[in-house]
């Protein structure tokens, strides 16, 4: 039971269950990404270089015979999962970039004057009594 409870105490951590978040975010987002790439950027860029389509660019090595079906090198699915990886890899890298900038900005602001104790009030008040 020591291992069970073990494995619930490193589950129910913070850093798991952030993690657990972000895998699942990370994911749809990922499927956001493909969609915009297959389905917005993709068929204008087919367009401009003579309506090819990305996926359906292929090398045969061999020819199908009979039943054996043709031996193909898949090269246009790899350039869209490369779009894709550079698409995301950028949004990632303007987030990133966003929240630095956001740190760097509250950083950079001079802390406020911490509050008078209230030795230094009374210190003031005696002084300023003394004035008159």
């Not at 790899?78 to 779009?83: A, G, K, M, S």
């Not at 890298?93 to 509250?106: D, E």
């Not at 509050?115 to 030795?119: K, L, N």
């Given at each position: 039971?020591?291992?069970?409870?073990?494995?619930?105490?490193?589950?129910m951590k913070g850093n798991v269950t952030d993690?657990?978040?972000g895998i699942i975010i990370g994911a749809a987002f990922g499927r956001?990404?493909?969609?915009?790439?297959?389905?917005?950027?993709?068929?204008?860029?087919?367009?401009?270089?003579g309506g090819v389509?990305?996926?359906d660019l292929k090398f045969v090595m061999k020819e199908a015979v009979g039943t054996n079906?043709?031996?193909t090198l898949n090269y246009g699915n790899?350039?869209?999962?490369?779009?894709d990886f550079l698409i995301v890899a950028f949004a990632v890298?303007?987030?990133?970039?966003?929240?630095?900038?956001?740190?760097?900005?509250?950083e950079s602001a001079p802390p406020a004057p911490p509050?008078?104790?209230?030795?230094q009030v009374l210190l003031t008040e005696i002084r300023d009594l003394l004035k008159k």
């Open positions: 039971m020591k291992i069970v409870s073990e494995f619930k105490a490193f589950a993690m657990a978040v956001i990404v493909s969609s915009i790439v297959t389905d917005v950027i993709m068929p204008p860029l087919g367009l401009l270089i389509n990305f996926t079906p043709a031996v790899f350039l869209q999962v490369t779009f890298f303007m987030v990133i970039k966003a929240m630095n900038s956001a740190k760097k900005k509250q509050a008078p104790t209230r030795d």
